[in-house]
DNA sequence: CATTTATTAGAACGATCGGTCAGTATAATT
DNA sequence: AATTATACTGACCGATCGTTCTAATAAATG
């Protein structure tokens, strides 16, 4: 077998980018070899290597594609959300449910890589920290609207990402779903009663 | 040369360390080799092998002696606080002058590894999240002593080690001692603001 | 001084890594 | 129908991985 259609070729990309997505996420960059996305995908060397270029550009796409839908959903919720306060609470409720997400720890390991790409490490930290401008925004609204007490909002904005990404990091091994949320909306409790005006 | 006394045979241990040590923390556990190690070190391959029997190994070896001098510097600092507030801005000043501690990062990056032996990989978990029980004592202290308000104290640690967690493993590629030093603080004036009784 | 033993060096190992390539089959185009 | 471009296969490549092994050297031991 050779040659599909189009779709069909489109369909092989996205089976090989489905398999290397999980192997990322569950192992990491490194531990991922293209010999198991090849078995994981049931598709063949070749075949990965047609529709992306290198190990690195493959990681690459996935960052992008995630980093889209991230902030798409992102926005999305916040159209629910009418002051600042439950903005934040949103972010914390998508970080919470970010299992989908945790390409971000791959990403962060991604950056030590030795003969990694410079220019390809340069817009993988960058993109690592797209959930950054999106906090910024909420927190200087938060300000402008005397929800939150003055402060410098990039200090903040700062913390908050470190606080919801350290909580996407923690090893939650014999955690429920509900106990995460849990924690991750105490989390907010407390920022926002940190914070508060 | 060959067959140094005791003591220069543990000096040789030592750099082999010190030089996995640096290497591990810039790049992370699998991205550095041994080859790299043998490099940095100025010591053979035999060498290294006869003082440490595999690489996990070697990297244990340098998580204990990381877990046991973080602990012991921790508890100084501790004996200089009076009161839980203070304790806990000594444990945040002693986070952010981690450098030298963010193996954390390696070890998390290292359970994904694949053929690794499970018994490791679930000391290094077990190990890597060693300052828990130290912030988990000073938040039951402040509340007990009705400095933080009455809450529960499991979270509230989980949550604290996660936001300097989280600061420690963010990008701070523009940020100088200070800035990063001045985030540190806030993050513990923002939660204590946030539990404060 | 002779022998043993601890410590180092470095060549070599099999396994696996990311990546390439010649070849094949079929859809698309002419 | 003939040709071309695309989608895919799987064997293969050199490099590098962690590790092992033999030999050499010198401290320690008697």
Redesign the pocket.
Known sequence: ??????E??E???QAIAAAAKQLFIQQGY?A?????IRESS??????????F????QLFMYLLELNMVDWIYKCTERFKLASTATEKLYAIAHHFAHDFENPLMQASMEFSGT??ADPEVIEKIVEMSKFPLPLILDVIQEGIKLKEFAEDDPEKLALLLYSILGGLGIIQFDNYSLEEIESIHRKAIDVFLNGIRA
Do not use: L, N, P
Request: aromatic share 6%; charged share 30%; glycine share 10%.
């Open positions: 077998m050779a040659r599909r259609t189009a069909e070729a369909q092989t990309k490194q991922t070899s293209m010999e198991q049931g598709m063949s060397k070749g075949s990965i290597y047609y529709h270029k290198s190990k690195e030795k003969g």
